[in-house]
């Protein structure tokens, strides 16, 4: 910092340095403090959503409880920040956040004009349409007219226009900035259309008062590769971030799970020895102990757990792998190895 | 400084150690520090300025301003200009802005009439009409204005039926949850004479009052001014209308597929918005005009009956002109707040401009600094100009004292 020679102007600066504090080594300051702090919506079931004791649960949760658990081992050591998709990109930025973990899509201008860098994408979605079933509307090319909820601050507000306008229909936005006012709009019947990320919409129907009154249209109208973000600057950090991701795919390709690792760790598979540490020290290079992996597993299991407990078939959302399988069964999922 | 010494030794020295009298002076020592102070301000300023800069690049995010002629690619809602998604950012913050002042300017209307009406009646003489104010003022001066407007919104949706059942208004409007529908007017060839009609009369009016107050003046002689100033102005355009053959196409709004088509859509955020802003506020000014009006003392409508002035003449003329000394100033305030609580829209889903720029706009550029200094200096602007204005306004209302 330069030009603190006046005491009095200290405060007034020291504001103006929080951007640069927070180019600084991330995993030291997390070490330090003891926690990861990690963004989030503000409820959005089966991602980011607090149940009734007020624990965190979710798949964008569970992400960074995977990151907790590689530094801390403990998967608990995370404290969140509900932020709205307004909010989120600035608490990023400015440190008061380590991740962002929150349905967020990767675009081009995130990545490269605002200081971002996505680690991965934990879940591959697209857009939809939500309407109530009244409507008697089976496609989305039907659609036109419509008076359509969306919340502020969104790659959803964009792909709306550039839909209706590909399709030569208009509609009316009603553009609010808090979800459940949007959910709230919605309900009361001030909209026809409620737009957002697919998974988004399955979670948002099981919120209304008669989610069986609801129905989403077969139409996807974009690509939204979902992932955690981190700051751009500290290499050390994002490189850690994508190994922890790259550990949940690998360990769900190598059949690890958290209630097999301990027994995993005698295989002979020179994969899984590196991948566990008990071959070579990979953890050192990214600032963690050589069995970091293990840590991982053991405080989430790998990705397919992580799946199928928050979102899938067997949960509420009852979501199906689909894009989000493994390579090696036809999906889209994953990851380099470790080597 | 101005004393020069050849010998090159310091001055303060070779003078025995006294100091130029200037040290001493006051004025000089005030511009002294003043222009200290301006230059630690400018210091200040300008280091802030700079470290936001250069951390902002160190952190890969993109400034400066050329973010406004880029394509916007959002559309929204309510817009006083043509819009579309093809538009630029730089007219995304127009339409905000635009928006923004519509919701203040009639807010400030409706707020000043119901604060007028309520402050009156505040202090009628029948009981029943005294209570009603007071219950008024004490529920609405007490609620915070956030939970007001969500209230009205809420209220307004769900009072208000889906669009298929919407209601059936006088002179086609209709009204839904998707708002108020009125017919528009589609003003045809011919209509400018009607326009330029309705121009020359008010001038014409504004001309007659004028003559007619300085002939009461000079001569006392009272003159109908209201009747012919009515007549002119509302006589006039509607006498054109006719005789050009009535060159105004009415839209009517009909329920095409989800929503209606034609005519003017009032939007229930914006009715909400309105509706909560001008009642909310409203209550403050009925207390300031309770306040103004007390403020003048019993004498004085005494002195004017006691020359036989009609207690109605008495309070146009001896009563709210004093009163309005002491409303004004005050009142001024109340405006620059309903102008700064119209950011509030952004709950309800009123495109103005916190909503439109520092909400969409920022979040799809990610230029945060620029964006919120732009919305700073814009509301900055409007405070400021509703205060020139209202104190030009205060300074022709003063007491003339001779
Ligand atoms: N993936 C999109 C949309 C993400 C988004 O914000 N979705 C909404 C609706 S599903 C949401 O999660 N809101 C939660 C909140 O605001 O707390 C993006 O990154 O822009």
Known sequence: MKNTFIPVLAGAVVAMTAVSAANAA???????????????????????????????????????RAVASAIFDDPKAVKFSPLSAKERFTALQSGEVDILSRNTTWTMSRDTQMGLAFVG???????GFMIPKSLGVSSAKEIDGASVCVQTGTTTELNLSDYFKANGMTFNPVVLEKLEEVNAAYDAGRCDVYTTDASGLYAIRLTMSKPDDHMVLPEIISKEPLGPAVRQGDDQWFALNKWVYFALLNAEEMGITQANVEEMKTSENPNIKRLLGVDGDFGASVGLS?????????????????????????????????????????????????? | MA???????????????????????????????????????VWLAWDIASNTAENLQRANIASGFGFFDDRAGFEIAQSLITYSSDSSYGDAFIVGLLNTLLIAVLGIIFATIIGFLVGIAR??????????ATVYVEIFRNIPV????????????????????????????????RGMIIPRFIPQDGFAIV?????IAVVAAIVIARWAHARQMATGQQFKTMRVVLALIIGVPVLLYLVTGMPLEVEYPVLTGFNFRGGIALKPEFIALLLGLSIYTAAFIAEIVRAGIKAVSWGQSEAAYALGIRPSLTTRLVVIP???????PPLTSQFLNLTKNSSLAVAIGYPDLVSVFSGTVLNQTGQAVEVIIITMAVYLTLSLSTAAFMNWFNSRMRLVER
């Open chain 1, 26 to 64: 991330t995993l030291d300051d997390v070490k330090k403090k003891g926690f990861v702090q990690c963004g989030v919506s503000t409820g959005l079931a089966g991602f980011s959503n607090p149940d009734d004791k007020g624990e965190w649960t979710g798949l964008d949760v569970d992400y960074c």
């Open chain 1, 121 to 127: 994408v934990t879940y591959y979605d697209g857009q």
């Open chain 1, 290 to 339: 050589a069995d970091w992996a293990v840590k991982v597993i053991k405080g989430v299991g790998n990705y397919g757990e992580i799946f199928a407990r928050n979102v899938g078939t067997e949960t509420p959302l009852g979501i199906e792998r689909g894009q989000n399988a493994l390579w090696t069964e036809g999906g889209l999922q994953y990851a380099p190895p470790v080597r």
């Open chain 2, 3 to 41: 004393v020069q010494n050849e010998t090159g030794d310091p001055p303060a020295k070779s003078r025995g150690g006294s100091v130029p009298s200037f040290v001493y002076d006051p004025v000089v020592r005030g511009y002294v520090f003043q222009f200290l102070l301006a230059a630690v301000l």
């Open chain 2, 123 to 132: 202090l009628a003489p029948n009981w029943m009409l005294r209570k009603v």
């Open chain 2, 146 to 177: 956030l939970l007001q407007l969500l209230f009205w919104y809420k209220a307004v949706l769900s009072v208000l039926p889906q669009p298929r059942n919407g209601i059936e208004m006088p002179f086609g409007a209709n009204l839904s949850n």
């Open chain 2, 195 to 199: 326009v330029i009609g309705f121009a």
């Open chain 2, 322 to 328: 004093q009163a309005m000394r002491v409303i004004i």
